[in-house]
Protein backbone atom coordinates (compact mmCIF):
# COMPACT_ATOMS: atom_id res chain seq x y z
CA UNK A 1 0.00 0.00 0.00
CA UNK A 2 2.91 2.55 1.14
CA UNK A 3 6.69 1.98 -0.84
CA UNK A 4 9.37 4.01 0.03
CA UNK A 5 12.58 3.46 -1.94
CA UNK A 6 15.40 5.17 -0.58
CA UNK A 7 13.94 8.28 -0.05
CA UNK A 8 15.44 11.54 0.94
CA UNK A 9 14.48 14.98 1.55
CA UNK A 10 16.63 18.04 1.57
CA UNK A 11 14.88 20.90 3.03
CA UNK A 12 16.69 24.26 0.96
CA UNK A 13 18.14 25.52 4.53
CA UNK A 14 18.20 22.63 6.32
CA UNK A 15 21.70 22.28 7.65
CA UNK A 16 20.95 18.37 7.62
CA UNK A 17 18.33 16.06 5.39
CA UNK A 18 15.20 15.94 7.06
CA UNK A 19 15.29 12.05 5.65
CA UNK A 20 18.21 9.74 4.35
CA UNK A 21 17.29 7.17 1.97
CA UNK A 22 14.62 5.21 4.01
CA UNK A 23 13.43 2.11 2.36
CA UNK A 24 9.96 0.76 3.67
CA UNK A 25 6.88 -1.38 2.42
CA UNK A 26 3.91 -0.80 4.28
CA UNK A 27 1.55 -3.50 3.46
CA UNK A 28 -2.33 -3.66 2.50
CA UNK A 29 -4.13 -3.48 5.91
CA UNK A 30 -1.21 -3.22 8.26
CA UNK A 31 -0.79 -0.80 11.44
CA UNK A 32 2.53 1.03 11.70
CA UNK A 33 4.02 2.85 14.21
CA UNK A 34 6.07 5.82 13.47
CA UNK A 35 8.65 6.67 16.15
CA UNK A 36 11.06 9.12 17.01
CA UNK A 37 12.52 11.99 18.83
CA UNK A 38 10.76 15.67 17.61
CA UNK A 39 12.39 16.29 14.13
CA UNK A 40 13.65 13.17 13.12
CA UNK A 41 11.53 13.30 10.16
CA UNK A 42 8.36 11.69 10.77
CA UNK A 43 5.89 14.54 9.73
CA UNK A 44 8.08 14.83 6.94
CA UNK A 45 7.65 11.32 6.21
CA UNK A 46 3.52 12.32 6.30
CA UNK A 47 4.01 15.51 4.29
CA UNK A 48 5.94 13.15 1.58
CA UNK A 49 2.79 10.30 1.49
CA UNK A 50 0.23 13.45 0.95
CA UNK A 51 2.02 14.98 -1.30
CA UNK A 52 2.33 17.84 0.84
CA UNK A 53 6.34 17.88 -0.29
CA UNK A 54 7.88 16.07 -2.85
CA UNK A 55 11.12 14.01 -2.16
CA UNK A 56 14.58 15.44 -3.47
CA UNK A 57 15.65 11.83 -4.09
CA UNK A 58 13.77 8.17 -4.42
CA UNK A 59 10.61 7.13 -4.88
CA UNK A 60 7.04 6.91 -2.34
CA UNK A 61 4.43 5.09 -3.97
CA UNK A 62 0.67 5.39 -2.01
CA UNK A 63 -2.44 3.45 -3.24
CA UNK A 64 -0.31 2.63 -6.71
CA UNK A 65 -0.07 6.10 -7.18
CA UNK A 66 3.62 7.23 -7.82
CA UNK A 67 3.54 10.37 -6.08
CA UNK A 68 5.69 12.39 -6.71
CA UNK A 69 5.41 11.96 -10.27
CA UNK A 70 1.78 12.05 -10.65
CA UNK A 71 0.59 15.57 -12.20
CA UNK A 72 -1.08 18.23 -9.79
CA UNK A 73 -4.17 17.66 -11.39
CA UNK A 74 -4.48 14.21 -9.71
CA UNK A 75 -3.34 14.98 -6.50
CA UNK A 76 -6.78 15.14 -5.11
CA UNK A 77 -7.08 11.58 -5.91
CA UNK A 78 -4.10 10.58 -4.21
CA UNK A 79 -5.64 12.91 -1.05
CA UNK A 80 -9.12 10.79 -1.47
CA UNK A 81 -7.33 7.60 -0.73
CA UNK A 82 -5.70 8.78 2.01
CA UNK A 83 -7.37 10.13 5.47
CA UNK A 84 -5.72 12.58 7.80
CA UNK A 85 -5.44 12.80 11.39
CA UNK A 86 -3.67 15.41 13.58
CA UNK A 87 -2.57 15.92 16.90
CA UNK A 88 -4.42 19.50 16.68
CA UNK A 89 -7.82 17.90 15.17
CA UNK A 90 -8.39 20.80 12.49
CA UNK A 91 -12.11 20.36 13.08
CA UNK A 92 -14.04 23.78 11.84
CA UNK A 93 -15.36 25.89 14.63
CA UNK A 94 -18.37 27.00 13.02
CA UNK A 95 -20.00 23.63 11.63
CA UNK A 96 -21.63 21.22 13.70
CA UNK A 97 -19.98 17.89 14.58
CA UNK A 98 -21.87 16.22 11.22
CA UNK A 99 -21.60 19.09 8.95
CA UNK A 100 -17.88 18.55 10.00
CA UNK A 101 -17.82 15.41 8.84
CA UNK A 102 -20.22 15.97 5.82
CA UNK A 103 -18.30 18.53 4.60
CA UNK A 104 -15.58 16.11 3.55
CA UNK A 105 -17.86 14.09 1.36
CA UNK A 106 -19.31 17.38 -0.05
CA UNK A 107 -16.24 19.21 -0.81
CA UNK A 108 -15.12 15.66 -3.00
CA UNK A 109 -19.05 16.04 -4.35
CA UNK A 110 -20.38 13.18 -3.15
CA UNK A 111 -24.45 12.40 -3.51
CA UNK A 112 -26.69 13.33 -1.12
CA UNK A 113 -28.20 10.70 -0.42
CA UNK A 114 -24.41 9.18 0.35
CA UNK A 115 -23.54 12.01 2.45
CA UNK A 116 -27.14 11.47 4.48
CA UNK A 117 -26.49 7.66 4.97
CA UNK A 118 -22.64 7.53 5.69
CA UNK A 119 -21.92 10.51 8.23
CA UNK A 120 -24.33 9.24 10.73
CA UNK A 121 -22.71 5.64 10.48
CA UNK A 122 -19.21 7.46 10.61
CA UNK A 123 -20.41 9.17 14.29
CA UNK A 124 -21.88 5.94 15.22
CA UNK A 125 -18.46 4.11 14.65
CA UNK A 126 -16.87 6.82 16.90
CA UNK A 127 -19.31 7.17 19.50
CA UNK A 128 -20.92 10.32 18.68
CA UNK A 129 -24.07 9.67 17.17
CA UNK A 130 -25.65 11.67 19.94
CA UNK A 131 -23.67 14.49 19.55
CA UNK A 132 -24.11 15.22 15.73
CA UNK A 133 -25.55 18.40 16.63
CA UNK A 134 -23.24 19.76 18.78
CA UNK A 135 -20.35 22.13 17.93
CA UNK A 136 -16.71 21.22 18.20
CA UNK A 137 -16.08 23.75 21.17
CA UNK A 138 -19.03 21.96 23.29
CA UNK A 139 -17.09 18.98 23.14
CA UNK A 140 -13.94 17.35 25.16
CA UNK A 141 -10.17 17.07 22.95
CA UNK A 142 -10.92 13.28 23.20
CA UNK A 143 -14.55 13.73 21.56
CA UNK A 144 -13.32 16.73 18.83
CA UNK A 145 -10.30 13.98 18.43
CA UNK A 146 -13.01 10.71 17.32
CA UNK A 147 -15.02 13.69 15.07
CA UNK A 148 -11.57 14.23 13.28
CA UNK A 149 -11.31 10.29 12.60
CA UNK A 150 -15.15 10.22 11.87
CA UNK A 151 -14.16 12.89 9.03
CA UNK A 152 -10.89 11.57 7.98
CA UNK A 153 -12.73 7.29 7.93
CA UNK A 154 -15.82 8.66 6.66
CA UNK A 155 -14.56 8.59 3.02
CA UNK A 156 -13.51 5.01 3.66
CA UNK A 157 -9.95 5.72 2.63
CA UNK A 158 -7.30 2.89 2.23
CA UNK A 159 -4.69 4.46 4.66
CA UNK A 160 -4.78 6.50 7.08
CA UNK A 161 -2.27 8.59 8.30
CA UNK A 162 -2.45 9.87 12.04
CA UNK A 163 0.53 12.62 13.06
CA UNK A 164 0.49 12.40 16.61
CA UNK A 165 -3.57 12.11 17.52
CA UNK A 166 -3.13 11.67 21.14
CA UNK A 167 -0.44 14.44 21.46
CA UNK A 168 -3.37 16.72 23.24
CA UNK A 169 -4.95 14.22 25.24
CA UNK A 170 -4.72 13.06 28.48
CA UNK A 171 -3.36 9.26 29.03
CA UNK A 172 -7.03 7.44 29.47
CA UNK A 173 -8.64 9.39 26.01
CA UNK A 174 -5.48 8.57 24.79
CA UNK A 175 -6.36 4.68 25.18
CA UNK A 176 -10.00 5.21 23.63
CA UNK A 177 -8.37 7.24 20.50
CA UNK A 178 -6.15 4.33 19.87
CA UNK A 179 -8.70 1.79 20.21
CA UNK A 180 -10.39 4.05 17.58
CA UNK A 181 -7.70 3.91 15.34
CA UNK A 182 -7.37 0.03 16.36
CA UNK A 183 -11.27 -0.50 14.86
CA UNK A 184 -10.39 1.31 11.67
CA UNK A 185 -7.07 -0.43 10.81
CA UNK A 186 -9.72 -3.74 11.33
CA UNK A 187 -12.31 -2.63 9.08
CA UNK A 188 -9.18 -2.89 6.60
CA UNK A 189 -7.12 0.73 6.20
CA UNK A 190 -4.03 0.81 6.55
CA UNK A 191 -2.89 2.92 9.31
CA UNK A 192 0.05 4.93 9.80
CA UNK A 193 0.13 6.35 13.41
CA UNK A 194 3.25 8.88 14.29
CA UNK A 195 3.34 9.22 18.00
CA UNK A 196 5.69 9.84 20.89
CA UNK A 197 3.39 8.03 23.53
CA UNK A 198 5.37 5.00 24.40
CA UNK A 199 2.58 3.11 26.52
CA UNK A 200 0.19 3.10 23.64
CA UNK A 201 3.19 1.04 21.40
CA UNK A 202 4.18 -1.04 23.99
CA UNK A 203 0.69 -2.14 24.51
CA UNK A 204 -0.46 -2.34 21.00
CA UNK A 205 2.55 -4.30 19.75
CA UNK A 206 2.12 -3.12 15.76
CA UNK A 207 4.84 -2.89 13.73
CA UNK A 208 7.18 0.17 14.38
CA UNK A 209 9.32 2.31 12.01
CA UNK A 210 11.81 4.51 14.01
CA UNK A 211 13.67 7.46 12.84
CA UNK A 212 16.37 9.13 14.12
CA UNK A 213 18.03 12.42 11.95
CA UNK A 214 16.37 11.28 8.83
CA UNK A 215 17.71 8.08 8.74
CA UNK A 216 15.79 4.70 9.59
CA UNK A 217 17.05 2.54 12.54
CA UNK A 218 14.57 0.58 12.96
CA UNK A 219 11.94 -1.47 11.59
CA UNK A 220 10.35 -4.49 13.95
CA UNK A 221 7.42 -6.25 13.93
CA UNK A 222 5.43 -5.98 16.55
CA UNK A 223 7.70 -3.69 18.21
CA UNK A 224 8.04 -1.54 21.68
CA UNK A 225 8.43 2.16 21.85
CA UNK A 226 11.88 1.57 22.92
CA UNK A 227 14.48 -0.68 21.32
CA UNK A 228 13.07 -4.02 22.70
CA UNK A 229 17.44 -4.75 22.94
CA UNK A 230 19.32 -1.50 23.29
CA UNK A 231 22.31 -0.70 21.62
CA UNK A 232 21.74 -3.21 19.18
CA UNK A 233 22.51 -1.22 15.95
CA UNK A 234 24.87 1.43 16.37
CA UNK A 235 22.87 5.23 15.71
CA UNK A 236 24.86 5.39 12.82
CA UNK A 237 24.57 2.29 11.10
CA UNK A 238 23.09 2.22 7.68
CA UNK A 239 19.26 1.16 7.62
CA UNK A 240 20.26 -2.13 6.19
CA UNK A 241 22.11 -3.38 9.65
CA UNK A 242 19.19 -2.62 11.06
CA UNK A 243 16.37 -5.36 11.03
CA UNK A 244 17.30 -7.36 14.07
CA UNK A 245 14.16 -8.34 15.78
CA UNK A 246 13.46 -9.11 19.66
CA UNK A 247 11.10 -12.10 19.94
CA UNK A 248 8.13 -10.17 20.73
CA UNK A 249 5.32 -11.86 23.45
CA UNK A 250 2.80 -13.21 22.31
CA UNK A 251 0.00 -10.63 21.23
CA UNK A 252 -2.70 -10.36 23.54
CA UNK A 253 -5.87 -8.81 22.69
CA UNK A 254 -5.99 -5.24 24.20
CA UNK A 255 -9.50 -4.92 26.26
CA UNK A 256 -9.74 -1.30 24.84
CA UNK A 257 -8.80 -2.37 21.34
CA UNK A 258 -12.17 -4.26 20.51
CA UNK A 259 -14.77 -2.11 21.75
CA UNK A 260 -18.18 -3.25 21.27
CA UNK A 261 -19.07 -0.05 19.80
CA UNK A 262 -20.05 0.06 16.15
CA UNK A 263 -19.50 -2.16 13.81
CA UNK A 264 -16.02 -3.20 12.92
CA UNK A 265 -17.41 -3.51 9.47
CA UNK B 1 -13.57 2.69 -2.43
CA UNK B 2 -12.34 1.94 -5.91
CA UNK B 3 -15.11 3.98 -6.72
CA UNK B 4 -14.21 7.08 -5.10
CA UNK B 5 -10.15 6.93 -6.49
CA UNK B 6 -12.26 6.34 -9.96
CA UNK B 7 -13.58 9.62 -9.26
CA UNK B 8 -11.87 12.91 -10.23
CA UNK B 9 -12.28 16.83 -10.36
CA UNK B 10 -15.98 16.07 -9.57
CA UNK B 11 -17.59 19.34 -7.95
CA UNK B 12 -19.61 19.96 -5.20
CA UNK B 13 -23.31 19.62 -5.34
CA UNK B 14 -24.73 22.98 -5.48
CA UNK B 15 -26.19 22.65 -2.01
CA UNK B 16 -23.28 22.55 0.26
CA UNK B 17 -21.05 25.02 -2.49
CA UNK B 18 -24.09 27.82 -1.97
CA UNK B 19 -23.86 27.01 1.90
CA UNK B 20 -19.76 27.98 1.10
CA UNK B 21 -20.13 30.97 -0.31
CA UNK B 22 -23.51 32.51 1.87
CA UNK B 23 -20.78 32.43 4.46
CA UNK B 24 -18.23 33.63 2.71
CA UNK B 25 -20.33 36.29 1.78
CA UNK B 26 -21.82 37.02 5.12
CA UNK B 27 -18.04 37.40 6.68
CA UNK B 28 -17.04 39.81 4.27
CA UNK B 29 -19.92 41.90 4.02
CA UNK B 30 -18.34 45.77 3.89
CA UNK B 31 -15.73 44.14 1.79
CA UNK B 32 -18.23 42.69 -0.98
CA UNK B 33 -20.33 45.74 -0.67
CA UNK B 34 -17.50 48.23 -1.67
CA UNK B 35 -16.74 46.10 -4.45
CA UNK B 36 -20.33 46.09 -5.47
CA UNK B 37 -20.39 50.10 -5.44
CA UNK B 38 -17.00 50.30 -7.75
CA UNK B 39 -18.11 48.04 -10.21
CA UNK B 40 -21.51 49.47 -10.20
CA UNK B 41 -19.40 52.62 -11.18
CA UNK B 42 -17.11 51.13 -13.66
CA UNK B 43 -20.23 49.31 -15.10
CA UNK B 44 -22.47 52.36 -15.02
CA UNK B 45 -19.54 54.40 -17.04
CA UNK B 46 -19.57 51.38 -19.62
CA UNK B 47 -22.79 51.53 -20.02
CA UNK B 48 -22.71 55.19 -20.36
CA UNK B 49 -20.36 54.77 -23.41
CA UNK B 50 -22.26 52.10 -24.64
CA UNK B 51 -25.34 54.41 -24.72
CA UNK B 52 -23.35 57.21 -26.54
CA UNK B 53 -21.66 54.92 -29.34
CA UNK B 54 -25.72 53.97 -29.44
CA UNK B 55 -26.30 57.78 -29.70
CA UNK B 56 -23.60 58.15 -32.59
CA UNK B 57 -25.05 55.13 -34.72
CA UNK B 58 -28.61 56.45 -34.19
CA UNK B 59 -27.91 60.24 -35.97
CA UNK B 60 -25.59 58.26 -38.53
CA UNK B 61 -28.50 55.80 -39.20
CA UNK B 62 -30.59 58.85 -39.98
CA UNK B 63 -28.77 61.24 -41.35
CA UNK B 64 -26.61 59.25 -43.16
CA UNK B 65 -28.78 58.53 -46.23
CA UNK B 66 -28.96 62.27 -47.07
CA UNK B 67 -25.49 62.99 -46.33
CA UNK B 68 -24.22 64.09 -49.98
CA UNK B 69 -20.86 64.85 -51.62
CA UNK B 70 -21.48 67.53 -54.14
CA UNK B 71 -18.91 68.28 -56.47
CA UNK B 72 -19.08 71.65 -57.81
CA UNK B 73 -18.00 71.89 -61.53
CA UNK B 74 -16.55 74.62 -63.48
CA UNK B 75 -18.67 76.92 -65.93
CA UNK B 76 -15.82 75.96 -68.87
CA UNK B 77 -16.37 71.92 -68.30
CA UNK B 78 -16.39 70.11 -71.66
CA UNK B 79 -18.81 67.48 -71.92
CA UNK B 80 -16.03 65.20 -72.42
CA UNK B 81 -14.34 66.27 -69.40
CA UNK B 82 -17.67 65.70 -67.34
CA UNK B 83 -18.25 61.97 -68.61
CA UNK B 84 -14.47 61.20 -68.27
CA UNK B 85 -15.16 62.75 -64.38
CA UNK B 86 -18.37 60.44 -64.10
CA UNK B 87 -16.69 57.57 -65.29
CA UNK B 88 -14.40 57.88 -62.77
CA UNK B 89 -16.56 58.58 -59.87
CA UNK B 90 -18.57 54.84 -60.77
CA UNK B 91 -15.51 53.29 -60.78
CA UNK B 92 -14.51 54.09 -57.27
CA UNK B 93 -15.73 51.57 -55.09
CA UNK B 94 -16.62 54.42 -52.37
CA UNK B 95 -18.88 55.90 -54.73
CA UNK B 96 -22.25 54.28 -54.23
CA UNK B 97 -24.00 56.63 -56.98
CA UNK B 98 -23.90 59.76 -59.29
CA UNK B 99 -26.27 62.23 -60.33
CA UNK B 100 -25.57 65.07 -62.21
CA UNK B 101 -27.01 68.17 -62.06
CA UNK B 102 -27.98 71.17 -64.38
CA UNK B 103 -27.46 74.53 -63.81
CA UNK B 104 -31.21 74.91 -64.19
CA UNK B 105 -31.55 71.60 -61.43
CA UNK B 106 -29.21 73.41 -58.96
CA UNK B 107 -30.80 77.01 -59.15
CA UNK B 108 -34.64 74.65 -58.83
CA UNK B 109 -33.30 73.51 -55.65
CA UNK B 110 -31.77 77.17 -54.46
CA UNK B 111 -35.22 78.80 -55.20
CA UNK B 112 -37.24 75.91 -53.25
CA UNK B 113 -34.57 75.83 -50.18
CA UNK B 114 -34.87 79.44 -49.52
CA UNK B 115 -38.54 80.06 -50.96
CA UNK B 116 -39.06 82.18 -47.49
CA UNK B 117 -35.98 84.18 -48.05
CA UNK B 118 -36.72 86.82 -51.62
CA UNK B 119 -34.25 88.64 -50.68
CA UNK B 120 -31.38 85.93 -51.49
CA UNK B 121 -33.45 84.86 -54.12
CA UNK B 122 -33.66 88.18 -55.34
CA UNK B 123 -29.85 88.49 -56.88
CA UNK B 124 -29.49 85.13 -57.73
CA UNK B 125 -30.17 83.83 -61.63
CA UNK B 126 -29.90 80.25 -62.87
CA UNK B 127 -26.22 81.34 -64.24
CA UNK B 128 -24.77 82.54 -61.06
CA UNK B 129 -24.64 78.50 -59.33
CA UNK B 130 -22.18 75.96 -60.80
CA UNK B 131 -23.59 72.61 -62.30
CA UNK B 132 -22.59 69.96 -59.82
CA UNK B 133 -22.42 66.29 -59.49
CA UNK B 134 -24.23 65.12 -56.39
CA UNK B 135 -22.42 61.65 -55.09
CA UNK B 136 -23.83 59.10 -52.01
CA UNK B 137 -21.02 57.12 -50.88
CA UNK B 138 -20.88 53.61 -49.31
CA UNK B 139 -19.49 54.88 -46.20
CA UNK B 140 -20.48 58.70 -45.45
CA UNK B 141 -17.76 58.81 -42.46
CA UNK B 142 -14.84 58.22 -44.55
CA UNK B 143 -15.64 61.23 -47.08
CA UNK B 144 -12.38 62.71 -47.18
CA UNK B 145 -10.65 60.59 -49.16
CA UNK B 146 -12.87 61.39 -51.79
CA UNK B 147 -13.15 64.79 -51.21
CA UNK B 148 -9.68 64.79 -51.67
CA UNK B 149 -9.38 62.31 -54.49
CA UNK B 150 -11.53 64.70 -56.91
CA UNK B 151 -10.32 68.42 -55.44
CA UNK B 152 -8.32 70.16 -58.29
CA UNK B 153 -9.48 67.45 -61.50
CA UNK B 154 -10.13 69.40 -64.55
CA UNK B 155 -13.26 71.04 -64.52
CA UNK B 156 -13.99 70.84 -60.71
CA UNK B 157 -14.21 73.82 -58.65
CA UNK B 158 -14.73 72.72 -55.45
CA UNK B 159 -15.85 69.77 -53.37
CA UNK B 160 -18.08 69.99 -50.54
CA UNK B 161 -18.85 67.39 -48.20
CA UNK B 162 -21.95 67.98 -45.77
CA UNK B 163 -21.27 65.76 -43.38
CA UNK B 164 -18.48 68.31 -42.33
CA UNK B 165 -21.27 70.66 -41.23
CA UNK B 166 -22.00 67.70 -38.13
CA UNK B 167 -18.57 67.45 -37.26
CA UNK B 168 -18.77 69.48 -33.92
CA UNK B 169 -21.50 67.42 -32.65
CA UNK B 170 -19.47 64.32 -33.48
CA UNK B 171 -16.33 65.55 -31.89
CA UNK B 172 -19.07 66.41 -29.06
CA UNK B 173 -20.11 63.03 -28.96
CA UNK B 174 -16.96 60.94 -29.13
CA UNK B 175 -15.72 63.16 -26.51
CA UNK B 176 -18.41 61.85 -24.13
CA UNK B 177 -17.58 58.33 -25.17
CA UNK B 178 -14.06 58.35 -24.86
CA UNK B 179 -14.54 60.30 -21.62
CA UNK B 180 -16.78 57.35 -20.56
CA UNK B 181 -14.59 54.85 -20.97
CA UNK B 182 -11.39 56.13 -19.48
CA UNK B 183 -13.54 56.40 -16.48
CA UNK B 184 -14.80 52.65 -16.56
CA UNK B 185 -11.22 52.07 -16.99
CA UNK B 186 -10.22 53.51 -14.04
CA UNK B 187 -12.74 52.38 -12.21
CA UNK B 188 -12.25 49.15 -13.32
CA UNK B 189 -8.42 49.54 -12.21
CA UNK B 190 -10.10 50.26 -8.56
CA UNK B 191 -12.66 47.62 -8.61
CA UNK B 192 -9.60 44.82 -9.06
CA UNK B 193 -7.59 46.28 -6.29
CA UNK B 194 -10.53 45.47 -4.21
CA UNK B 195 -11.22 42.78 -5.86
CA UNK B 196 -7.65 41.55 -5.09
CA UNK B 197 -7.83 42.56 -1.40
CA UNK B 198 -10.98 40.88 -0.95
CA UNK B 199 -10.04 37.31 -2.51
CA UNK B 200 -7.18 37.95 0.31
CA UNK B 201 -8.73 39.17 3.26
CA UNK B 202 -11.42 35.71 2.17
CA UNK B 203 -9.11 33.28 1.64
CA UNK B 204 -7.25 34.35 5.06
CA UNK B 205 -10.54 33.59 6.76
CA UNK B 206 -11.42 30.41 5.08
CA UNK B 207 -7.90 29.29 5.86
CA UNK B 208 -9.07 26.12 7.87
CA UNK B 209 -11.64 24.93 5.31
CA UNK B 210 -9.42 25.53 2.13
CA UNK B 211 -6.26 23.58 4.07
CA UNK B 212 -9.34 20.39 4.81
CA UNK B 213 -10.69 20.59 1.45
CA UNK B 214 -7.22 20.25 0.33
CA UNK B 215 -6.94 16.82 2.55
CA UNK B 216 -10.22 15.52 2.16
CA UNK B 217 -9.16 15.40 -1.85
CA UNK B 218 -11.18 18.35 -2.80
CA UNK B 219 -10.50 19.79 -6.44
CA UNK B 220 -9.01 22.82 -7.65
CA UNK B 221 -11.52 24.06 -9.13
CA UNK B 222 -13.63 22.92 -6.20
CA UNK B 223 -11.61 24.88 -4.06
CA UNK B 224 -11.35 28.01 -6.09
CA UNK B 225 -15.17 27.82 -6.66
CA UNK B 226 -16.51 29.93 -3.76
CA UNK B 227 -14.50 32.55 -4.43
CA UNK B 228 -14.49 32.85 -7.97
CA UNK B 229 -18.35 33.04 -7.32
CA UNK B 230 -18.26 35.55 -4.85
CA UNK B 231 -16.62 37.71 -6.77
CA UNK B 232 -19.12 36.79 -9.28
CA UNK B 233 -21.58 38.06 -7.41
CA UNK B 234 -20.33 41.08 -6.53
CA UNK B 235 -20.32 41.72 -10.42
CA UNK B 236 -23.41 40.12 -11.38
CA UNK B 237 -25.05 43.14 -8.27
CA UNK B 238 -23.13 46.01 -9.69
CA UNK B 239 -23.91 44.83 -13.14
CA UNK B 240 -27.92 44.64 -12.37
CA UNK B 241 -27.36 48.05 -10.57
CA UNK B 242 -25.49 49.84 -13.34
CA UNK B 243 -27.95 48.04 -15.70
CA UNK B 244 -30.34 49.61 -13.34
CA UNK B 245 -29.12 52.86 -13.58
CA UNK B 246 -29.37 52.82 -17.33
CA UNK B 247 -33.01 51.70 -17.65
CA UNK B 248 -33.45 54.91 -15.26
CA UNK B 249 -31.44 57.61 -17.43
CA UNK B 250 -33.00 56.25 -20.45
CA UNK B 251 -36.67 56.85 -18.72
CA UNK B 252 -35.97 60.37 -16.77
CA UNK B 253 -32.82 61.91 -19.38
CA UNK B 254 -33.09 60.56 -22.02
CA UNK B 255 -37.04 60.43 -22.84
CA UNK B 256 -37.78 62.32 -20.13
CA UNK B 257 -35.46 65.79 -20.83
CA UNK B 258 -33.69 65.68 -24.09
CA UNK B 259 -36.31 64.46 -26.13
CA UNK B 260 -37.94 67.85 -25.49
CA UNK B 261 -35.27 69.58 -26.25
CA UNK B 262 -33.57 68.29 -29.44
CA UNK B 263 -34.75 67.52 -33.22
CA UNK B 264 -32.51 64.73 -33.52
CA UNK B 265 -33.44 61.30 -32.91
CA UNK B 266 -32.44 59.71 -29.92
CA UNK B 267 -31.33 55.88 -29.03
CA UNK B 268 -34.25 53.93 -28.20
CA UNK B 269 -34.86 50.59 -26.10
CA UNK B 270 -33.15 47.82 -28.02
CA UNK B 271 -29.73 49.74 -27.28
CA UNK B 272 -30.73 50.21 -23.63
CA UNK B 273 -31.17 46.31 -22.83
CA UNK B 274 -28.05 45.88 -25.49
CA UNK B 275 -25.91 48.09 -23.58
CA UNK B 276 -27.47 46.84 -19.89
CA UNK B 277 -26.99 42.84 -20.98
CA UNK B 278 -23.16 43.88 -21.98
CA UNK B 279 -22.68 45.81 -19.27
CA UNK B 280 -24.10 42.38 -17.03
CA UNK B 281 -22.60 39.68 -18.71
CA UNK B 282 -18.78 42.17 -18.53
CA UNK B 283 -19.64 42.47 -14.60
CA UNK B 284 -20.18 38.80 -13.94
CA UNK B 285 -16.91 37.67 -16.15
CA UNK B 286 -14.56 40.53 -15.40
CA UNK B 287 -15.48 39.81 -11.59
CA UNK B 288 -14.61 36.19 -11.74
CA UNK B 289 -11.63 36.68 -13.91
CA UNK B 290 -10.14 39.15 -11.62
CA UNK B 291 -11.04 36.57 -9.05
CA UNK B 292 -9.09 33.86 -10.50
CA UNK B 293 -5.98 36.39 -11.00
CA UNK B 294 -6.36 37.19 -7.02
CA UNK B 295 -6.65 32.98 -6.35
CA UNK B 296 -3.30 32.80 -8.41
CA UNK B 297 -1.46 34.87 -5.62
CA UNK B 298 -3.45 34.12 -2.93
CA UNK B 299 -4.27 30.81 -2.73
CA UNK B 300 -1.92 27.69 -3.38
CA UNK B 301 -3.62 24.80 -3.96
Not at chain 1, 115 to 135: C, I, K, Q, T
Not at chain 2, 170 to 181: E, S
Not at chain 2, 219 to 236: C, D, H, K, Q, Y
Not at chain 2, 252 to 273: I, K, M, N, Y
Request: aromatic fraction near 6%.
Amino acid sequence: MIVLNSVSKRYPNGARPALSNVTATVGAGEFVFLVGPSGSGKSTLLRLLLREERPSGGRVVVAGLDVARIPDRRVPRLRRAVGCVFQDFRLLPNRTVAANVAFALDVVGRPRHVVRSVVPEALNLVGLGDRAASYPDELSGGEQQRVAIARAFVGRPRVLLADEPTGNLDPATSLEIMGLLDTVHRAGTTVVMATHNAALVDAMRHRVLELREGILVRDEPEGRYDQTQPQLVPLTAPPSAVPVQATPPARERSPWAAPSRGPAA
Amino acid sequence: MGGALARTGRLMRPGPLASLLWTGLRRNLAMTAAVIVTVTLSLAMLGAGLLLRAQVHTIDQYLLGQLEVVVDLTDDITPAQRSALEDEMRRDPAVVSVRYESKQHVFDRFRHDFRGSPDVLAGVGPDDLPAALRLTLADPRQSRDVVVGYTGLDGVEAVRDQRALLDPLYRFLDAFTIGAFTLAAVQALASFALIYTMIRISAHGRRRETAIMKLVGASNGTIRAPFMLESAVAGLVGGLLAGGALVAAKVFLVDGEFSRQTAFPLFGWPAVWQSAAAVVAAGVLAAAAMASIALRRHLRV
